[in-house]
């Protein structure tokens, strides 16, 4: 699993910003020659709004397609994690033998057990299961798999919304920066 999936979005998004802003630049300069006056109905009607009117629709369908590769990320990601969740029998300690011996266990055998276990999402689930089946106390113990994967993934659900609304302006890598809280080099 990407575990800096905040940085692999920022770089996608920063790659796809630069290469629309060339875009951007050339219809910006497009859109000052129409103002400008020096140029005929004609020539505007057969060259420059045309080639204005492509670079839109250019920008607009890169635009979407970088947002949208950044949520597949994203979404990615959010797979990845909750396949962390699953059990995973190589994650299986001998702690496992004092759950299945038959041995009644006191809330102190399992509080030890969790503690020793600290970090190993399989046999912190399998304890609490263990507890929870036999209504001994686990020290407040509880298991919320995936909550700091869903919360990064939900921050970036919120930055990506923005800044869809930004990517298309002069300014996107400005706000990319600024929704990054990155510093420009």
Request: no cysteine; aromatic share 8%; hydrophobic share 35%.
């Amino acid at each position: 699993m990407d575990n800096n999936i905040v940085q692999t979005v920022f770089d996608t998004l920063e790659a796809r910003t630069d290469e629309i802003s060339k875009d951007i630049a050339e219809r910006d300069k497009l859109e000052e020659k129409i103002k400008s006056g020096r140029y005929s109905p004609q020539a505007l009607k057969d060259d420059i709004y045309p080639k204005r009117d492509a670079l839109r629709r250019k920008i607009e369908t890169a635009s979407e397609g970088a947002i949208q590769e950044a949520r597949n990320l994203v979404a990615q990601y959010r797979a990845d994690a909750a396949e962390l969740n699953n059990l995973d029998p190589a994650e299986l300690t001998d702690d496992v033998k004092l759950l299945q011996s038959g041995i009644t266990l006191l809330p102190r055998d399992i509080q030890g057990i969790l503690k020793r276990n600290a970090g190993n999402r399989t046999m912190t689930q399998i304890v609490l299961r263990y507890a929870k089946e036999h209504n001994i106390d686990t020290g407040g113990t509880y298991y919320i798999g995936g909550q700091a994967e869903e919360e990064n993934a939900r921050n970036l659900d919120g930055i990506l919304s923005y800044y869809k609304k930004w990517i298309d302006k002069p300014q996107a890598k400005d706000m990319l920066y600024r929704f990054f809280n990155v510093t420009p080099e």
